[in-house]
């Protein structure tokens, strides 16, 4: 089992930066995808970017180059640096994490990971 817990939520104008935190605890001594997603109201859960432990990262499109992701596998701690923030990256954003030993397993598809933090909510006023 993997507790996450996320932190750094909040509101900032369009074009600001947010980071965003999570702590990991629980068996974490086995390799691991750990991501972010995040919600839109009445929408589903979709994938923003994934790291594995070897360091390899993905990103949806519409945050490249404005978002990065990073671990820190010697404190089980997992972040997303958020700049350059427009109001359609308003959403609930969701820290998770699943067992894979390979780098390709780390998929943004949220039905693959078992572990969920409960998420902090980003607001990016325009």
């Known amino acids: 089992q993997v507790q996450l817990v996320e932190s750094g939520g909040g509101s900032v104008q369009s074009g600001g930066s947010l980071r965003l935190s999570c702590a990991a605890s629980?068996?974490?001594?086995?390799?691991?995808?750990m991501a972010w997603f995040r919600q839109f109201p009445g929408k589903s859960r979709e994938g923003v970017a994934t790291?594995?432990?070897?360091?390899?990262?993905t990103y949806t499109g519409s945050v490249k180059g404005r978002f990065t992701i990073s671990r820190d596998n010697a404190k089980n701690t997992l972040s997303l640096q958020m700049n350059v923030l427009k109001p359609e990256d308003t959403a609930m954003y969701f820290c998770a994490a699943r067992r894979a030993y390979s780098a390709w397993e780390c998929m943004p598809s949220p039905s693959t990971y078992p572990y969920w933090g409960q998420g902090t909510q980003v607001t990016v006023s325009s």
């Open positions: 629980g068996d974490t001594t086995t390799t691991y995808c």
């Open positions: 790291i594995h432990t070897d360091g390899t990262t």
